[in-house]
């Protein structure tokens, strides 16, 4: 699963967080984080336990995806215990956090495609995958992967994948990879202590999203469905209208804006 183990910690001066990336370990070749964090979080690893990877062989995507992770670009998972309410908020700070830090990191203007796609341009630069164990309405854990395309394009198989992008295409120069996660990190904090999801927060979730008043295909449950996303809930959920004016609202799904179709 994982070769050549290095596991550090943070000082306060340099990671603004208490419990987030206080306990870091760092693999330079994993199959994917996200399996090294769940037998952490299994062995009862600490709240907000880090797991990065130089590369991984196995990194993986939403619906089953394969997720190229190339050594150069940011791949990590994050440890969580939230309560079981808090669960569909998750995909909502990380894609905050994300949107965020790259934009203050490098400038770049960000948007998220719902649920969980960070865009620039209209491009996919990033992905975020959560895998949860609930037992009994108690969450054995929570984790969340952010893979970040920083310094390579990966070159996609799928043909109706999203178009991808790195940032250092788009800055045309490099950027820190150290200074993207620790800002993600204190932004991916600050929002999780804040739970219950705040009006602000999901304004800006809203305001971000590329995918609100667009004509979209949305795969979801082994089934296609067409129609406008016309707003999110409370809970994150999206509100699809048909063009018989009948709605019905979406938890989870893979979506496709049609008005400039291959997105
Ligand atoms: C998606 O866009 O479908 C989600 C991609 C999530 C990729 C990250 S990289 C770190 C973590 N490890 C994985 O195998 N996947 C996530």
Redesign the pocket.
């Known amino acids: 699963m994982a070769e050549g183990k290095t596991s550090r910690t943070f000082t306060g001066s340099s990671l603004q967080t208490g419990l987030f990336g206080r306990k870091i370990i760092y693999y330079p070749r994993v199959t994917?984080?996200?399996d090294v964090a769940r037998e952490e979080a299994r062995k009862g690893t600490d709240t907000g336990t880090v797991v990065i990877a130089g590369d991984?062989t196995e990194?993986?995507?939403?619906i089953k995806?394969t997720?190229l992770?190339p050594k150069g670009n940011i791949?990590?998972?994050v440890v969580l215990y939230p309560e079981v309410s808090y669960l569909p908020f998750l995909v909502v700070i990380a894609a905050l956090a994300v949107a965020r830090s790259i934009e203050e990191i490098t400038g770049l203007e960000t948007q998220i495609k719902w649920p969980?796609?960070i865009l620039i341009g209209k491009k996919k630069v990033s992905?975020?995958?959560i895998e949860n164990e609930v037992k009994r309405k108690k969450v054995l854990y929570a984790i969340v992967?952010?893979?970040i395309n920083t310094d390579v394009t990966p070159v996609q198989k799928e043909s109706s994948a999203l178009p991808a992008t790195c940032l250092k295409d788009e800055l045309g120069g490099n950027v820190i990879r150290t200074n993207i996660i620790k800002q993600i990190l204190q932004e991916m904090e600050r929002l999780y202590l804040e739970l219950p999801v705040s009006e602000p927060m999901l304004r800006e979730w809203r305001d971000r999203l590329v995918t609100l008043g667009r004509s979209v295909r949305v795969c979801s449950d082994g089934t296609t469905l067409e129609g406008v996303a016309e707003a999110v809930d409370a809970t994150g959920s999206l509100l699809l209208r048909y063009a018989d004016g009948s709605s019905t609202t979406i938890v989870a799904g893979d979506v496709t804006l049609r008005d400039n179709d291959k997105e």
Do not use: K, P, V, Y
């Open positions: 994917s984080t996200m991984q990194g993986r995507g939403r995806r997720w992770s791949a990590f998972s969980n796609d992905g975020i995958l992967g952010i893979g």
